[in-house]
């Protein structure tokens, strides 16, 4: 676990470039900032280029996809890949919806991702498994959780987060695990799709190792979220939003390393 990379991250202050959704973008946005990276969202084509040259990585977020919205994408993924910019992708209840679903299978067979982020329901859809997914939420599904992940990054030839009460990350042959993290993440709308622009941060100051670069962000947006869960006696998960962005600012290397629970 490569913890410096937060140092590293903070000192680089990469831009991440992002096509959200409009539900979380702003929590995003503040997240990636308070973090240490600098975040830009963009919904115009036309400035795909532009964009792509001042980016040190891309972020691209399914939630509220339009046929105009996954145009961009399509075009902002072959612009990235060109220029061997780091793509995570983010596919938003594609377990859900089979619409979606469609979608993100058009996106994968055009673009080369560089890390795929979601939840059980949206990796189980993406690698062909049955899963009982709900909405935007992973849901009741239940099975190998790693074997799926593991599964849809030979599928992709990508980086897999599988993310939920444990964080599996994979390449196909390597897995890791973050078992950090706090129930108040659930009731916060947009915890997966910070996360998602976390791990496009941290490939953008490793992008020659995305496997430890998404490995190192599950545990500093799980471990944040932990240290902040244990100042609470009652959930509260609009203060959760607001203290974890509070702490995703202040939080040290050390602190992360004394509340690590995870397996490499
Ligand atoms: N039950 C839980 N216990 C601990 N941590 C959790 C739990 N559920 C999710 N997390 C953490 O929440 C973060 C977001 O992951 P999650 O799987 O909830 O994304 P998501 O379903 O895409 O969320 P959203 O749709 O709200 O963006 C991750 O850091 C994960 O570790
Ligand atoms: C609630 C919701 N609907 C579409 S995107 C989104 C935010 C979680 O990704
Ligand atoms: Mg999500």
């Known amino acids: 676990m490569k913890l410096d990379l937060l140092t590293t991250l903070r000192q ?4 991440v470039f992002n096509i959200a959704n409009f539900v979380t973008v702003q929590d995003v946005a503040n997240g ?6 600098s975040p830009i969202m963009s919904a115009e084509v036309a400035e795909a280029d532009q964009m792509i040259a001042i980016a040190g990585a891309v972020c691209l977020n399914l939630g509220t996809l339009t046929t105009t919205q996954v145009n961009q994408m399509q075009i902002v993924g072959r612009l990235a890949n060109e220029r061997q910019l780091p793509i995570v992708f983010d596919p938003v209840a594609v377990g859900a919806v089979p619409y979606r679903l469609q ?14 982020r979601g939840n059980a329901g949206e990796i189980a859809a993406l690698a062909g498994v049955d899963w009982q997914a709900k909405g935007i939420d992973a849901g009741n599904g239940s099975g190998d959780v790693v074997a799926i992940a593991k599964a849809c990054a030979q599928k992709y030839h990508c980086v897999i987060v599988l993310s939920g009460p444990t964080d599996v990350i994979t390449d196909g042959t390597q897995v890791a695990k973050v078992h950090n993290g706090t129930e108040l993440f659930q009731l916060h709308v947009g915890s997966g799709d910070l996360l998602s622009s976390i791990v496009a941060a941290f490939t953008a ?16 947006l799980a471990g944040t979220g932990e240290l902040v869960a244990k100042q609470f006696t009652a ?3 609009g203060t959760f939003a607001a203290d974890l962005i509070d702490k995703l ?3 040290t290397v050390s602190e992360l390393t004394e509340v690590a629970d995870y397996e490499d």
């Open 205 to 220: 100051v490793q992008s020659d190792a995305p496997f430890d670069a998404a490995q190192t962000a599950c545990l500093v």
């Open 32 to 37: 990636l900032n308070a973090v240490g990276a």
């Open 249 to 251: 600012h202040l939080v």
């Open 103 to 116: 979608v993100a299978q058009d996106l994968l067979a055009t673009i080369q991702m560089t890390v795929i």
């Open 235 to 237: 959930p509260r998960p």
């Open 12 to 15: 680089q202050n990469p831009v």
